[in-house]
Structure formats: C-alpha cells, structure tokens
Nanobody, 126 residues
Framework: QVHFVESGGGSVQPGGSLRLACTTS????????IGWFRQAPGKEREGVSC????????YYTDSVKGRFTISRDSAKNTVYLQMNDLKPEDTAVYYC???????????????????WGKGTQVTVSS
C-alpha cells in the first residue's frame, strides 16, 4: 500500500519561507514523476511543481517560478519543495502526488498523477 508522509506546512508572513517534505513508501511499481499540487478554498486544484525520476527534469507553474524549488532525495524516497518569498495567494492545502507525467503548457503545469497524499496546510498572512 502506498503511503505519503507530508510535512513542513504552517503559517508564515508574506515574504517568508517554508520547506515542504514528502516521504513515500509502498510503491509496487515505479512512477515517472512526483510533485506538489495545491488547492485553495473555492478554487480548483492546480499543479505547482514536479520532478521526473531522473532527478534532473523539473517543472513549475509560472506563478511560482523563481520562488519555489523542487528537489528529490531518491535514497530517502523524499521530495522537497523550498518555498521562498511567499505571497498570500500561495495559501492553500499542498498535496504530494506521484504518477505518470508532468508538463508545462502555456505556463500552466499539467499532470497525470495516480497516488495522492492527504495534504498539508500553508497559510501566508500578515
């Protein structure tokens, strides 16, 4: 059974930083990409950032490019999202997910994920 342990969420003032971590276990087969997705109240879920399992190819939605950095430690089965210069519009529940693909079209991250964590809350407010 697939398990996700997400951590690092919390409350921070605008301009602050947080680092999310997601440790996975129980995959019976390999996945191609893993990443972070978010859903704010009253809004659709959106892709934030993904990394392919080559640990090199990364994807970002335009609104976080230059502020967020995704990385993966395959030995620890953990993916990280370093979030800097946080803005109130970054407030959302952030989900870790793994699956088949990520790609960016027109500045928007599109994805096909099969496995999802339960999420961690990020709140940016003064």
């Amino acid at each position: 059974q697939v398990h996700f342990v997400e951590s690092g969420g919390g409350s921070v003032q605008p301009g602050g930083s947080l680092r999310l971590a997601c440790t996975t276990s129980g995959f019976a087969s390999d996945y191609e990409a893993i990443g972070w997705f978010r859903q704010a109240p009253g809004k659709e879920r959106e892709g934030v950032s993904c990394i392919d399992t080559d640990d090199v190819t990364t994807y970002y939605t335009d609104s976080v490019k230059g502020r967020f950095t995704i990385s993966r430690d395959s030995a620890k089965n953990t993916v990280y999202l370093q979030m800097n210069d946080l803005k109130p519009e970054d407030t959302a529940v952030y989900y870790c997910a793994a699956g088949g693909y990520c790609t960016v079209v027109g500045g928007k991250l599109l994805y096909g994920m099969n496995y999802w964590g339960k999420g961690t809350q990020v709140t940016v407010s003064s």
